[in-house]
T-cell receptor, first 117, second 111 residues
Framework: GAGVSQSPSNKVTEKGKDVELRCDPI?????LYWYRQSLGQGLEFLIY????????KSGLPSDRFSAERTGGSVSTLTIQRTQQEDSAVYLC???????????????FGPGTRLLVL | SQQGEEDPQALSIQEGENATMNCSYK?????LQWYRQNSGRGLVHLIL?????REKHSGRLRVTLDTSKKSSSLLITASRAADTASYFC???????????FGKGTTLSVSS
């Protein structure tokens, strides 16, 4: 595709419910990242996928957060039993993946705005 | 935890003026990147500067890197109203698998 796409663009949910956020990376990009941006803050790294390697989950804030990447392309970030502090913009990025992640330009999607009431 | 910290937090200038934003970081890096974020939108990559480079240009953008001071600067020359956005610097995490962003500098350019 032309760029990284994310869905939904906005999500309002009630505390305690589960949510799934989707990311479609740029075609051919083997590296995929999830970040979280709280209001007025910088981006917080969540998880990194590179090809078939085990993902780097070191940024996930709790075991309520999980992510998977099926077929090396689309990724889903799942938040279980959402809390109000989970409210943020969740951004996905992808890169070619030829080099270690941070050596490359990352291309970001528009994000999903999550509001937990 | 945050690696890069931008300074100033907010900057307001007139069109045509130059804007300078600074970034300081704590640990050694492989490269440093600058991104722009328009209100309510995703991030757009501006420039990547590697640790063995001291200066890099792209159009009206000039980035410097001083690894001895662990700092970088982004200069936007002849600013335009369309440059109004938040600007973030980002460096590697220790594993080299993802970027660590600062809180950003919010730039407002008025005509």
């Amino acid at each position: 595709g032309a760029g990284v796409s994310q869905s939904p663009s906005n999500k309002v949910t009630e505390k305690g419910k589960d949510v799934e956020l989707r990311c479609d990376p740029i075609s051919g990009h083997t590296a995929l990242y999830w970040y979280r941006q709280s209001l007025g803050q910088g981006l917080e790294f969540l998880i990194y996928f590179q090809g078939n390697s085990a993902p780097d989950k070191s940024g996930l804030p709790s075991d309520r957060f999980s992510a998977e990447r099926t077929g090396g392309s689309v990724s889903t970030l799942t938040i279980q039993r959402t809390q109000q502090e989970d409210s943020a913009v969740y951004l996905c990025a992808s890169s070619l993946g030829g080099l270690v992640g941070t050596q490359e330009t990352q291309y970001f999607g528009p994000g999903t705005r999550l509001l937990v009431l | 935890s945050q690696q890069g910290e931008e300074d100033p937090q907010a900057l307001s200038i007139q069109e045509g003026e130059n804007a300078t934003m600074n970034c300081s970081y704590k640990t050694s890096i492989n490269n440093l990147q600058w991104y722009r974020q328009n209100s309510g939108r995703g991030l757009v990559h501006l420039i990547l500067i590697r640790s063995n480079e001291r200066e890099k240009h792209s159009g009206r953008l000039r980035v410097t890197l001083d690894t001895s001071k662990k700092s970088s600067s982004l200069l936007i020359t002849a600013s335009r109203a369309a440059d109004t956005a938040s600007y973030f610097c980002a460096t590697d995490n220790q594993a080299g698998t993802a970027l660590i962003f600062g809180k950003g500098t919010t730039l407002s350019v008025s005509s």
